[in-house]
């Protein structure tokens, strides 16, 4: 089950995985969209059943797993991937703005995860369980600071969950993508009303930008052979490793990055 399955890494996962023959169910709010994919999945011979689903309503997890297990019985594999950005200064983002992005990329992922876990629990069942957090969970960007908040705690309760169920047999994995080439973007800056800006993927560094089935490819093989954290990107990574040992260096690269554009 993936949610937030109607755009980006979400629709480019679900075809990733019913190209390996998976039977995937799409959760999203943009019903056309997921009906429009779950036909171009039939039509190359997968299985995908749709499912209307508002992350931001409280409990709305368990309608989701209901839905699903009814549609295909018991659900092996979680991907929490719906969520939002903002394109604005923590001191311009108002505490209403603050609570409903965690509200969403953080604790109704959570929810989702655990919810699932504990039924996997109780039918003793193994599975995998993933969330999509980002690079910016390990360091932020100017402009998205709350955002790189939510991405940070989501890879802290996966670190804490993969321990908690390893000895069950249910592998936890958190997602730490780059830039991609979706409407991510855009739809931060539409909602901070603003035109393309230097937080456009189209203005980073080639380096760190790639598309979403990037990200895919990369989810499938964790599928097949789990793994803690998913990299599409050794470079972005091994900057992560050097910022967290060299604050300065965090520095000085954004730095650039705001002075060359």
């Keep these: 089950m993936i949610t937030g399955a109607s755009s980006g890494i979400g629709a480019a996962t679900a075809r990733a995985v019913a190209r390996q023959g998976m039977?995937?169910?799409?959760?999203?709010?943009?019903?056309?969209?997921?009906?429009?994919?779950?036909?171009?999945?039939?039509?190359?011979?997968?299985?995908?059943?749709?499912?209307?689903?508002?992350c931001a309503v409280p409990g709305s997890e368990v309608a989701l797993l209901d839905a699903a297990e009814r549609e295909f019985g018991a659900l092996d594999v979680v991907f929490a991937n719906a969520g939002y950005g903002l394109d604005r200064p923590m001191h311009l983002l108002g505490g209403s703005d603050l609570r409903a992005m965690f509200e969403v990329n953080f604790f109704a992922g959570c929810d989702l995860l655990t919810e699932s876990a504990r039924r996997l629990l109780a039918a003793k069942r193994t599975?995998?369980?993933l969330m999509c957090s980002s690079c910016v969970g390990r360091y932020a960007l100017p402009g998205y600071g709350?955002?790189?908040?939510?991405?940070?705690?989501?890879?802290m309760v996966c670190q804490s969950m993969r321990f908690e169920l390893k000895t069950a047999g249910?592998?936890?994995?958190s997602v730490h993508p780059i830039a991609t080439t979706t409407e991510f973007f855009e739809q931060c800056q539409r909602r901070a009303g603003l035109e393309?800006?230097?937080s456009h993927p189209e203005h980073a560094p080639k380096m760190f930008v790639q598309p979403a089935e990037r990200v895919a490819e990369a989810i499938v093989a964790c599928l097949k052979r789990p793994r803690a954290e998913v990299w599409t990107s050794w470079?972005?990574?091994?900057?992560?490793?050097?910022?967290?040992?060299s604050p300065w260096l965090h520095w000085r690269a954004i730095r650039s990055m705001i002075h060359r554009d």
């Design 196 to 198: 393309k800006e230097a």
């Design 235 to 245: 470079s972005a990574r091994l900057a992560g490793a050097v910022f967290a040992l």
């Design 23 to 54: 039977s995937v169910v799409l959760a999203a709010r943009r019903l056309d969209r997921l009906h429009s994919l779950a036909s171009e999945i039939r039509a190359m011979g997968g299985k995908a059943s749709v499912v209307a689903h508002d």
């Design 170 to 173: 249910i592998a936890v994995s």
């Design 127 to 129: 599975g995998h369980l």
């Design 146 to 155: 709350a955002y790189a908040a939510t991405k940070a705690a989501q890879t």
